[in-house]
């Protein structure tokens, strides 16, 4: 028997994406305390040399680049024998008010967030197929199932990945594969950081900007999962514990927030309209 195959009897393998910080960060922690051999993986060579520091397996992973994934994957099957758990939890956010958001912004979130996922689903899927067993976890979003104003092309990316999720789990169950989406609410994270950085929230400072009376509500949608957040640690010990279950849940959803949203979607149309308006101050539009 080869070393990599008596690992993988005494250890079940996870791969996760997107472990720089975060989220990503913190499920890491709690896989590899619950006693999985964890492969973390980064798109940066300082997170990657990060993470390796911490003591952990890495693989260098850009997940819009095909042949990232593809040595990505081979190079953990080669050394650990099989994948029994993904979890695609990298992503790019974007905010702003989609009549002003460059196209540009809006492919790249779509391309990130929904066809890259999908990508690396498809690159585990042979090798768990072929075992007859395994699980994909999706990292969606709450606002992919009620959206608000100024976080539409995020939304769209994250409810995209909730329905694509279902129709895998359906397609790759004959396959022994599980499929679980996750519908994170407020979780301590970059998502506002680096949203508001690659959105350029400036060009809704210029009075030009049909937006510019509502400029500060925007940069408020950026950074409002960061406001009192669940902490990335405690989402993380939760998840795990759902995920290993023999029998995880489709859908989970966790943070802070996810109990008000879910009313809040089951409101008429006309009623959300009004709630979000008002809260955004979009009232301030058009005079």
């Known amino acids: 028997m080869s070393e990599h195959e008596t690992e993988h009897i005494n250890k079940r393998v996870v791969l996760v994406t997107g472990c720089s910080s975060g989220i990503g960060r913190a499920l890491i922690d709690a896989f ?16 990657i040399d990060a993470l390796q520091e911490a003591g952990f397996e890495t693989v260098q992973l850009d997940i819009t680049d095909p042949v990232s ?79 608000t104003p100024f976080v539409g092309a995020y939304s769209a990316s994250k409810s995209g990945l909730h329905i694509l999720s279902e129709a895998l789990r359906m397609e790759v169950a004959p396959f022994g594969i599980k499929v679980v989406v996750v519908q994170p609410g407020a979780v301590r994270s970059e998502v506002g950081a680096t949203g508001t950085q690659h959105s350029e929230l400036s060009r809704y400072e210029e009075p030009d900007s049909l937006y510019y009376p509502v400029r500060e509500q925007i940069k408020k949608r950026a950074m409002a999962s960061q406001d009192k957040p669940t902490p990335a640690e405690d989402f993380a010990k939760q998840l ?22 879910k009313i809040v979607s089951l409101l008429p149309a006309s009623w959300r309209d009004k709630i979000f308006s008002q809260h955004f101050k979009l009232d301030l539009l058009g005079r």
């Open 69 to 147: 994934i593809k040595n990505a994957v081979n190079k953990i099957v080669n050394e650990a024998g099989c994948i029994d758990y993904l979890v695609n939890n990298a992503g790019h956010s974007v905010f702003g008010p989609l009549a002003e958001m460059p196209l540009d912004a809006v492919r790249k979130v779509l391309e990130t967030n929904l066809v890259s996922q999908l990508a690396v689903c498809q690159a585990v899927v042979p090798e768990m197929a072929k075992r007859g067993s395994g699980c994909i976890v999706n990292i969606g979003s709450v606002v992919g199932f009620v959206t």
């Open 32 to 47: 590899k305390a619950r006693g999985l051999r964890v492969f973390a993986s980064a798109r940066r060579r300082e997170s």
């Open 240 to 261: 795990v514990a759902k995920v290993l279950q023999a029998d995880p849940p489709k859908t989970i959803r966790l943070g802070r927030g996810v109990g008000f949203l």
